[in-house]
């Protein structure tokens, strides 16, 4: 069972920046692709980034390539978002997931363990 707590989320105003964190309680959390994903009001959750494991690989939703920035410190356990540039259809509440794999996936399903989410709003 692999516990995430993710923090950093806030009000902020177009334009600004925040970088959101995911504490996670495995030690070994090279061994899991992880995920940030959100979800807007009346909304369905959708992807933002992963990485991978070794964090060779990560992968983008086209509305945040160029602003987003996902990475992982392993050593910590703790995987980042940070988020540029942000605009105002960015506000949602954001959560991380774990996946036990040497992949990378970008869809909801694919994440085994999520956390409470994080909300994040962004002010026109």
């Known amino acids: 069972q692999v516990q995430l707590v993710e923090s950093g989320g806030g009000l902020v105003q177009a334009g600004d920046s925040l970088r959101l964190s995911c504490a996670a309680s495995?030690?070994?959390?090279?061994?899991?692709?992880m995920g940030w994903f959100r979800q807007a009001p009346g909304k369905e959750r959708e992807f933002v980034s992963a990485?991978?494991?070794?964090?060779?690989?990560?992968r983008y939703a086209d509305s945040v390539k160029g602003r987003f920035t996902i990475s992982r410190d392993n050593a910590k356990n703790t995987v980042y978002l940070q988020m540029n540039s942000l605009k105002p259809e960015d506000t949602a509440n954001y959560s991380c997931?774990?996946?036990?794999?040497?992949?990378?996936?970008?869809?909801?399903?694919?994440?085994?363990?999520w956390g409470q989410g994080t909300q994040v709003t962004v002010s026109s």
């Open positions: 495995e030690r070994t959390l090279s061994r899991y692709a």
């Open positions: 990485m991978s494991g070794s964090a060779t690989n990560t």
């Open positions: 997931a774990a996946a036990r794999t040497y992949s990378i996936y970008s869809i909801p399903h694919d994440y085994t363990y």
